[in-house]
């Protein structure tokens, strides 16, 4: 059962415009989101994060948008760099008996054309 | 600052070995988690533990152990190992054990293990 969910494996951008990346959820317990940047040979790279009880974050050229209504969270990036590219991954934090732990999804790779 | 460093980078075993990763968190944390990263997949939960004890398991059969250490470092062994446990292995650190202090795991760039 895939809690969390990103439906577009990748994604191409040309440099300048935006970037929207998307990740859809089931579980309603979630209380906490947040995107990751993974570059090949690392590890995931934390971006930007929300709290369910919000709708928006922003921090620099990244926002996060969550709609709780419709179980969907999506990331804007604004302007796309080449640097930009790699693959993003959506994750859903949950506290359930004491137990900590995030659910990523599938990831999305971006591709940046410069 | 150092990040959360993993060891070994790369490890190569065979059916039926056991094996032993490595982590130490960033300084001044001291929840440590474990994630498994098949190809195409995104990280998969193992274990949490908080201030050397366990506080979580994913839906991993008990072939996977892990413990912290006093200095908040941890290991994740692996036993009886298959195929199948071909994997990235990476852990994560945050400062608390719980995801209401917002406070984002960092994660370290993990150990790619190869089974034959």
């Known amino acids: 059962d895939q809690q969390v969910k990103q439906n577009s494996p990748s994604l191409s951008v040309q440099e300048g415009r935006i970037s929207i990346l998307n990740c859809d959820y089931t579980?309603?317990?979630?209380?906490?989101f947040l995107w990751y940047k993974k570059y090949p040979a690392e590890g995931p790279t934390f971006l930007i994060s929300?709290?369910?009880?919000?709708d928006k974050n922003e921090d620099g050229r990244f926002t996060v948008f969550l709609n709780k209504s419709a179980k969907h969270l999506s990331l804007h990036i604004v302007p796309s760099q080449p640097g930009d590219s790699a693959v993003y991954f959506c994750?859903?934090?949950?506290?359930?008996?004491?137990?900590?732990?995030?659910?990523f999804g599938t990831g999305t790779r971006l591709k940046v054309l410069a | 600052d150092a990040g959360v460093t993993q060891s070994p980078t790369h490890l190569i075993k065979t059916r039926g070995q056991q094996v032993t990763l490595r982590c130490s968190p960033i300084?001044?944390?001291?929840?440590v988690s474990w994630y498994q990263q098949v190809l195409g997949q995104g990280p998969q939960f193992i274990f949490q533990?908080?201030?050397?004890?366990?506080?979580g398991r994913g839906n991993f059969p008990d072939r996977f152990s892990a413990r912290q250490f006093p200095n908040y470092s941890s290991e994740l062994n692996v036993n009886a190992l298959l195929l199948g446990d071909s994997a990235l292995y990476l852990c994560?650190?945050?400062?608390?054990?719980?995801?209401?202090?917002?406070?984002?795991?960092?994660f370290g760039d993990g150990t790619r293990l190869s089974i034959l």
């Open positions: 994560a650190s945050s400062v608390l054990g719980d995801a209401h202090s917002n406070q984002p795991q960092h």
């Open positions: 579980n309603s317990m979630f209380d906490y």
């Open positions: 929300i709290s369910s009880i919000k």
């Open positions: 994750a859903a934090s949950v506290t359930t008996s004491g137990t900590y732990k995030y659910i």
């Open positions: 300084s001044g944390h001291k929840s």
């Open positions: 533990y908080y201030e050397k004890e366990e506080r």
